[in-house]
């Protein structure tokens, strides 16, 4: 059984910062690749950064250099650092493996807003 959970998002001003978490089901998170996605208003969702099982990463050109995504295996959990925000990063962030599909499971996401 597939279960996620996001959490960490907020209202934020332009240049700060938010660190998402995602805790996974055990099977998921072993078994898997993750990625974190993000869908803007009117807007179709977007990969933003993967992390591989052996902790190899990668990102979305848009992101490179302000985000970082980690995993912690213990905890079944993965994270997303978000630093120097713009307001073109606002959107809903969902965590989900790196080959998910928009018809298979998505957990309720966390809403991010930059704005000042």
């Known amino acids: 059984q597939v279960h996620l959970v996001e959490s960490g998002g907020g209202l934020v001003q332009p240049g700060g910062s938010l660190r998402l978490s995602c805790a996974a089901s055990?099977?998921?998170?072993?078994?898997?690749?993750m990625a974190w996605y993000r869908q803007a208003p009117g807007k179709q969702r977007e990969l933003v950064a993967v992390?591989?099982?052996?902790?190899?990463?990668n990102y979305a050109d848009s992101v490179k250099g302000r985000f970082t995504i980690s995993r912690d295996n213990a905890k079944n959990t993965v994270y997303l650092q978000m630093n120097s925000l713009k307001p073109a990063d606002t959107a809903v962030y969902y965590c989900?493996?790196?080959?998910?599909?928009?018809?298979?499971?998505w957990g309720q996401g966390t809403q991010v807003t930059v704005s000042s």
């Open positions: 989900n493996t790196d080959t998910a599909t928009m018809g298979g499971y």
């Open positions: 992390i591989t099982r052996g902790g190899s990463t």
């Open positions: 055990g099977s998921v998170f072993a078994l898997n690749g």
